[in-house]
């Protein structure tokens, strides 16, 4: 469980698969993570991709994508089906120069501890074999509390703060 205190500040995350090696969520894009929280009674979940750096051993959060009319989502449920996100994502690494590149997945829950659903597992088991890139996914609950993980086409590791590793 990573805490964001701010949800606007920038997140440093140690990255479990490269030794020395961190993952850096800019606060803006958790800032606009935040924002869609599931606050009230009715909110259904919502999400959007990661988008950033690979720069060894380093991942670097920069932007994101955010629900769209095309999404599905309900309470319990979401299922990023508008193309906006993946047209989103071509554009920046196009305009990059193929440098930014997709890193993962987030999404809401609506609850304060959020931990991911037999539904997310499987659902990452599917980008992680899809990839050959180490993978983010982030769950935001309805608080502070986050969830984050990293894995590779074999592993999900959770995601620990580079502080409490450090103190
Ligand atoms: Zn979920």
């Known amino acids: 469980m990573v805490v964001l205190t701010a949800l606007d500040q920038d997140a440093v995350m140690v990255n479990p698969f490269q030794t020395g090696g961190l ?15 599931q606050q009230s009674a009715t909110a259904p979940e919502q999400g959007g991709v990661l988008l950033g750096y690979r ?4 991942l670097h959060v920069v932007t994101a994508t955010f ?5 599905r989502a ?5 299922k990023r089906d508008d193309p906006s996100h993946a047209a989103t994502a071509l554009r920046m690494w196009k305009r990059t120069k193929r ?5 993962g997945e987030w999404h809401t829950h609506p609850e304060s501890h959020p931990s991911p659903s037999s539904i997310d597992t499987r659902a990452w088991a599917t980008i992680r ?3 050959l890139e180490v993978m983010l996914f982030m769950i935001a609950g309805t608080g502070e509390d986050c969830w984050m ?18 103190q």
């Not at 969520?25 to 929280?37: D, K, P, Q, S, T």
């Not at 440098?99 to 890193?103: A, I």
């Not at 993980?149 to 450090?166: F, H, M, T």
Request: net charge positive; with cysteine.
């Open 74 to 78: 309900t309470r319990f449920f979401f």
């Open 23 to 37: 993952i850096l969520f800019e606060g803006e894009v958790l800032a606009g993570i935040a924002r869609y929280r």
């Open 99 to 103: 440098m930014m590149d997709y890193l």
């Open 55 to 58: 720069r060894d051993p380093h």
């Open 149 to 166: 993980g990293c894995g590779n086409r074999k592993v999900l590791l959770p995601v620990r703060p580079y502080l409490a590793v450090v």
């Open 129 to 131: 074999a899809a990839s």
């Open 67 to 71: 629900p769209a009319r095309g999404d």
